[in-house]
């Protein structure tokens, strides 16, 4: 099908610019890789062994050595293992939807290459807008935390030298910190020496924190034994703050497995994306999931829960059992995780300006790539520039809950990319403007057809031919769902508001469930009304089936997330409670962000989009199309 928009009228343009929001690129089927104008490929140089340093390195920062004793002195308690177990379990089911996508669409930009497929560009933008935000402040947020720690090292505050230690600016609240702002320029160059050489550094700086875990896990345990498990052995049991405070530890920890999804943007430098994608993305969970549970388990062995120092866990652990040098080690680890997870919250955003630049949302100054090292250098040292100022003149940290909401909204658009590509794949696909003619002159079944307003196109004929619209009674299916005789047109739309009603419900359901401030009698209303609608469109998702067109959309024969529909409209749920209790002054700080990210999207994103001129149609016949264009050139 071809259509076109019309851009003259009031009403219509208006109609048009709304729906801009949600045109789509194509992806295409024989290479997986979205279609876009030509550009500079990133270098092919990372294996599964890159990935899983990728991975592990993003994911486990300092917040272990730290997160073990808040959480277990506040909420869990002996059962902090368990908090770990079911916040790896829940991170898990967003990793299961990112390894299906990202085997399917290999590509630079992670959730925002998944969302402006299968959702739209208004909500693309959004997520790439809100994952820029989330790699600037979650890198500073890290270097301005590895300076303490290496003065530890050193002896204690005062013994980093003057030229590197932290200043208080004389007459002004401000305290500078000249070595966060070093290490993000050393880890910027690094990066643009090429993505090959700075994640083999990023796997020697993880494997010796990894070293430091194991000593933590295998020391702890032999000290454990010795002295009886005694964190274990206490009056108030196993659950002193009951299944409910175990609950609310898992979600504290939950953010601790952030930085998995960075595996998934590195994506298009992969050698052999459909089989160490999956891979990278599951076993580097799983093992960071493994390493914080057996961390946990031996620390309130160690200690009782109630005992444990906030700040420093780990090491005043083994302190109180004699092992005071050990705590330079602990120290050692801290640095090395956090220097790690710099990496890894630097690498990821070039490849998120570099994708959106080359759909025209961003300036194409951001998607230059550098003919020898193969990396999109110009935007790496944008990223470490920006980074680095605020690393060195802003306390970051009343900041963090800024990356979490990048991560959730984007956790969140990625499982709701799996339910529309299963169930509601895109049928129209666009292709440049160029090729209208080419389009127009194919021996398609072809009728004439009054305009309706469509996305990605500035065509101004209002009776332009709609090419190749199949009868719905060719694609009749019968379907035995309780006797329903759906065809295509139909159970696509059955679908398309099922999705919806599931997360409206999703949506309703935690915002209730999070609101203790409501009249009981509004927040069991909200529930019902959320969980009858999460109910329903779950169940019309269960009996439908799955759209034939998803094993042709992208790459076939990757990865396939398991348990679809239940395991994605789960994963929407705990990602929508989790975002809901983020509290107001963290999302009064993002609304701020977003805002701007409005406005640079109506004044250039929207009129520079890659899809502006695109011309839409069938899916059925972009092949056909494609050959026909191929042979005209030939």
Not at 335 to 353: D, K
Not at 377 to 396: E, H, N, R, S, W
Request: glycine share 10%; net charge neutral; with cysteine.
């Amino acid at each position: 099908m071809m259509d076109t928009q019309n851009e003259g009228g009031g009403g219509d343009h208006s109609w048009g610019c709304l729906r801009n929001l949600v045109r789509r690129k194509h992806i295409d089927s024989s290479n997986g890789k979205a279609e876009t104008h030509h550009h500079q490929q990133l270098a092919k140089a990372l294996t599964f062994p890159h990935l899983i340093a990728i991975g592990v390195g993003s994911t486990i920062g300092a917040g272990v050595y730290i997160l073990v004793g808040t959480v277990a002195r506040e909420h869990s308690g002996p059962a902090l293992a368990f908090s770990f177990l079911i916040a790896g379990i829940s991170a898990a089911l967003s990793a299961f939807c990112y390894a299906e996508l990202s085997s399917r669409f290999p590509s630079a930009g992670s959730a925002y290459h998944y969302s402006y497929i299968c959702i739209g560009e208004g909500v693309a933008w959004l997520i790439g807008w809100a994952l820029i935000l989330e790699y600037t402040i979650g890198g500073s947020t890290v270097a301005r935390g590895i300076s303490p720690n290496l003065a530890l090292i050193f002896g204690g505050e005062d013994c980093l030298p003057t030229v590197l230690a932290r200043h208080q600016i004389p007459g002004l609240d401000i305290v500078v910190d000249p070595c966060a702002a070093v290490l993000v320029f050393i880890v910027t160059g690094l990066l643009c020496l090429g993505v090959k050489e700075s994640t083999f550094v990023q796997g020697i700086v993880t494997t010796a924190n990894v070293f430091v875990m194991l000593f933590v896990i295998i020391t702890g345990t032999y000290l454990c034994f010795k002295t009886g498990w005694t964190g274990y052995k206490l009056p108030s049991g196993y659950f002193p703050y009951g299944v409910n405070g175990m609950l609310t530890g898992s979600a504290t920890v939950f953010f601790a497995y952030i930085g998995f999804d960075s595996v998934a943007s590195m994506a298009e430098e992969v050698k052999s994306p459909q089989r160490d994608l999956p891979l990278g993305i599951g076993l580097s969970l799983l093992l960071c999931c493994l390493l914080y549970m057996m961390v946990s388990i031996v620390i309130v062995g160690l200690v009782p829960y109630y005992a444990m120092d906030p700040d420093t866990p780990i090491s005043s652990a083994f302190a109180s059992h004699g092992l005071q040098w050990a705590a330079y080690l602990i120290t050692l680890g801290a640095v090395m995780a956090l220097c790690s997870a710099l990496i890894g919250s630097i690498l990821p955003q070039p490849r998120i300006l570099m994708a959106m630049a080359r759909d025209g949302l961003l300036p194409s100054f951001f998607s230059d790539v550098n003919q020898r090292t193969q990396v999109p250098v110009k935007g790496t040292i944008t990223t470490g520039f920006c980074a680095a100022i605020l690393a060195f003149f802003m306390d970051v940290s009343q900041l963090a809950g800024m990356v979490s909401v990048g991560t959730l909204v984007a956790f969140t658009m990625v499982a709701v990319s799996v339910l529309i590509l299963r169930y509601v794949p895109p049928d129209e696909v666009p292709l440049p403007s160029s090729l209208q003619e080419r389009i127009c002159s194919l021996p398609f079944q072809c009728y004439e057809e009054n305009l309706s307003s469509h996305v990605g196109t500035s065509i101004s004929s209002s009776k332009q031919p709609l090419l190749c619209k199949t009868d719905a009674s060719v694609v009749e299916k019968q379907e035995a769902q309780g006797g329903w005789v759906l065809n295509k047109e139909t159970r696509r739309k059955f679908a398309g508001w099922s999705i919806m009603l599931t997360c409206i419900g999703n949506f309703l359901l935690s915002y209730a469930a999070s609101s203790l401030r409501f009249p009981g009698i509004l927040r069991y209303s909200l529930c019902g009304i959320g969980g009858c609608l999460l109910l329903v469109g779950l169940i019309i998702l269960s009996c439908v089936d799955q759209d034939d067109a998803r094993h042709n959309f992208g790459h076939s024969g990757g990865f396939i997330c398991p348990f679809v529909p239940l395991l994605p409209i789960v994963c929407i749920l705990i990602n929508m409670y989790l975002l809901v209790n983020l509290g107001a002054g963290t999302w009064a700080r993002v609304s701020v962000w977003l805002f701007i990210g409005v406005l640079v999207y109506l004044f250039y994103g929207r009129r520079h989009s890659s899809l502006v001129d695109a011309v839409y149609v069938s899916t059925s016949h972009v092949g056909e199309i494609r050959r026909n264009s191929e042979h005209s050139l030939a």
